[in-house]
């Protein structure tokens, strides 16, 4: 899907105030409430707007330890390390990726035991060769994607006018 101006703008908005409704996007946008609800929808639809949750803070939640492991996988094993690592509540996210690993893990845990526990049960899986660990120890960009989106020119649709 092609963003163009306006559904960067409409996202923007939504992600600095996620409570907004359509018609408080269309006053902030300048655009009809129509073309806000259709241009929404449409993201929705194509996968782009994936869900209106809260963000958690997981440090903020008592989880202030936090890593990325690395995972060497056995050949073939990437369909049994999936369904393993799903188990491990400790697992926030993780990436088949090329170089010297296999998977990445992103991690968060009360402290170092609750650290080691996910860990260990990480090795537990039969296709996890070897992992190698790499602790947080401050954030220095936080989770974004606005920036991106705005940073590729884009028009406006030429029947909807930019926000002043």
């Known amino acids: 899907m092609q963003l163009d101006g306006l559904d960067v703008a409409l996202l923007a908005g939504l992600r600095e105030n996620p409570r907004a409704g359509v018609l408080e996007l269309s ?10 609800q259709a241009r929404v929808q449409r ?3 194509e996968g782009v707007v994936t869900g209106y949750g809260p963000d958690v803070d997981v440090a903020a939640a008592g989880f202030g ?3 990325f492991i690395t995972l060497e996988i056995a050949q073939g094993g990437l369909a049994r390390a999936t369904e393993d690592l799903t188990a491990v509540p400790g697992i926030l996210e993780a990436y088949a990726v ?4 296999d998977v990445m893990c992103t991690v968060a845990a009360e402290s170092h035991e609750g650290l080691q526990e996910t860990l ?6 039969a296709v ?12 220095v960009v936080a989770p974004r994607v606005l920036p991106l989106l705005r ?4 028009e406006w649709p030429t029947r909807a006018n930019p926000p002043r």
């Open 65 to 67: 330890v936090r890593a």
């Open 120 to 125: 260990l049960a990480i090795s537990r899986s």
């Open 128 to 139: 996890v060769a070897r992992t190698t660990s790499v602790v947080v120890l401050s954030t």
């Open 43 to 45: 993201m929705e639809a």
């Open 151 to 154: 940073s590729v020119p884009r």
């Open 98 to 101: 090329t170089g010297s690993g």
């Open 27 to 36: 006053r902030t946008s300048g655009v009809a409430r129509a073309t806000v």
